[in-house]
Nanobody, 124 residues
Framework: QVQLVESGGGLVQAGGSLRLSCVAS????????LAWFRQAPGKERECVAA????????YYRDSAKGRFTISRDNPKNTGYLQMNSLKPEDTAVYSC?????????????????WGQGTQVAVSS
């Protein structure tokens, strides 16, 4: 049974930092590209960042560039999203997702597995 479990969310003041983790089980993590998505209340889900299976390329949406860093540790079956200089508009439920592909890092239209998400709230 495949599971993706996120952790690391919480309440932080604007300008603060959080590090989200996504632990995968039941699959060979290194065969999968990883992405982080977020969904704020009343808004559509959006892809924040993506990373290739071997960490050789990454992708960020414009609002995340320079503030967020996606990374992964394949031997630990874990992906990360380091978020710095957080803003109130970053408030959302953040979820990780994986897709079995060896291609470049991008936000794909579909993913094979999803986590349940972790809440991030940024106060002004």
């Amino acid at each position: 049974q495949v599971q993706l479990v996120e952790s690391g969310g919480g309440l932080v003041q604007a300008g603060g930092s959080l590090r989200l983790s996504c632990v995968a089980s039941g699959l060979t993590f290194s065969n999968y590209a990883l992405a982080w998505f977020r969904q704020a209340p009343g808004k559509e889900r959006e892809c924040v960042a993506a990373i290739k299976w071997d960490d050789s390329s990454t992708y960020y949406r414009d609002s995340a560039k320079g503030r967020f860093t996606i990374s992964r540790d394949n031997p630990k079956n874990t992906g990360y999203l380091q978020m710095n200089s957080l803003k109130p508009e970053d408030t959302a439920v953040y979820s990780c997702a994986v897709r079995r592909t060896l291609l470049y890092a991008t936000c794909w239209s579909s993913y094979d597995y999803w986590g349940q998400g972790t809440q991030v709230a940024v106060s002004s």
